[in-house]
């Protein structure tokens, strides 16, 4: 079980955090990614990190902007967004999937076996 919190309504040019903690399984099993999906658009890959945290993946669209990390120890992803504009504007999901890989991670949502409810952000402008 994957439960989001944080986002919420951010001015052009602010940052905020999302968190995702999981439940009622082994966390460091699982590759963890965000996706996002804004009205009207199909569900986007965000960012993504290895089981160790030692690699990441990010959409063009967010690079130098999203920083993904995680602790293992909390069983909790974050996602760090900064320099926010209104494209950004989505609901934020994230995601795990399992692999036997330390280093793997993958951008593809059909790669991911659990989601999280989604949690909305908003960038006025």
């Known amino acids: 079980q994957l439960a989001e919190s944080g986002g919420g309504l951010v001015q052009t040019g602010g940052s905020t955090r999302l968190s995702c903690k999981a439940s009622?399984?082994?966390?460091?099993?699982?590759?963890l990614g965000w996706f996002r999906q804004a009205p009207g658009k199909a569900r986007e890959f965000v960012t993504a990190?290895?089981?160790?945290?030692?690699?990441?993946i990010s959409a063009d669209s967010v690079k130098g902007r999203f920083t993904i990390s995680r602790d293992n120890a909390k069983n909790t992803v974050y996602l760090q967004m900064d320099s926010l504009n209104p494209e950004d504007t989505a609901v934020y999901y994230c995601?795990?999937?399992?692999?036997?890989?330390?280093?793997?991670?993958?951008?593809?949502?059909?790669?991911?076996?659990?989601w999280g409810q989604g949690t909305q952000v908003a960038v006025s402008s």
């Open positions: 990190i290895s089981r160790t945290g030692g690699h990441t």
């Open positions: 995601a795990a999937g399992s692999t036997p890989s330390y280093h793997y991670v993958e951008s593809s949502p059909s790669n991911y076996n659990y």
């Open positions: 009622g399984r082994t966390f460091s099993d699982y590759v």
